[in-house]
């Protein structure tokens, strides 16, 4: 008799997050134009965040981390802020509805797309919850006018995103302020109505050519791409909230 060894398959985290990383690649939410994902491990993601117009953020570039548990989606990520922000401790949990603090309130329809939204929405709020700091909008003026330098000089986060250390770069992938609100609604209802993965996504396949060596090349792919196509304003932020 002949014993055949199976294969294990692909767990369903890497699944779900591998297809949610060219969905983000491919239409990034406001404000969060980059993504950083390392081929070794997909269940750790970097945000580039900019700080949205007419708050003491303004002008600031955030770097946010995301990791996830093998169990995701069915199980919410833990949520860090790398960046010295003045609203944040970095690189200690937050505690968010969307967050691995609240199981309870967590939704496996969420995707990432959504969760950063509502991390960076909850950058320009004042409540007080854990990893959360009191300072003035004069320090996290401050904070937002240091932040491209500390990124550059900390970590790996020039790496990451190589638009850091190039000016034109950060200014051509940042939000203007002008924009119409029809644009807004048209992505605030693309996002409400096709931004979601359903759960059942996650006990389907992913054949190895859709998924294996995408990370990297769909990360470059995107550095490369030119980036004027985005709806552009704050409400979009209040609009994707963690209702």
């Known amino acids: 008799m002949t014993c055949v060894r199976r294969m294990p398959g692909k767990k369903p985290s890497t699944v779900r997050l591998s ?26 993601w970097h945000l580039l965040m900019q700080g949205p117009n007419d708050t003491p953020f303004e002008g600031g570039w955030y770097v946010a981390k995301m990791r996830f548990p093998e169990q995701y989606p069915f199980k919410p990520p833990d949520l860090y802020m790398c960046t010295p922000n003045g609203r944040f401790e970095t690189n200690k949990k937050l505690c968010m509805s969307m967050s691995s603090f609240h199981p309870e309130t967590w939704n496996p329809a969420w995707n990432v797309a959504k969760v950063a939204i509502g991390m960076l929405s909850f950058l320009s709020e004042d409540e ?83 998924t294996d060596g995408t990370i990297d ?24 909230g963690l209702e």
């Open 19 to 44: 297809k949610e990383l060219k969905m983000y690649v491919t239409d990034p939410p406001p404000f969060i134009p980059r993504v950083f994902v390392d081929e070794k491990n997909i269940l750790e």
């Open 128 to 210: 007080m919850t854990t990893g959360s700091v009191r300072t003035t909008d004069a320090q996290k003026k401050l904070f937002a006018t240091e932040s491209v330098e500390w990124n550059c000089t900390h970590g790996a986060y020039k790496r990451m995103f190589p638009e850091l250390g190039d000016a034109k770069a950060l200014d051509a992938i940042a939000e203007k302020k002008a924009e119409t609100s029809a644009a807004l609604e048209k992505k605030s209802d693309a996002e409400e109505t096709g931004g979601r993965i359903d759960k059942t996504d996650t006990d389907r396949t992913v054949d190895k050519t859709e």
């Open 217 to 240: 090349k769909t990360h470059e792919t995107d550095l490369d791409r030119p980036k004027d196509d985005q709806p552009l304003a704050t409400e979009a932020l209040s609009r994707l």
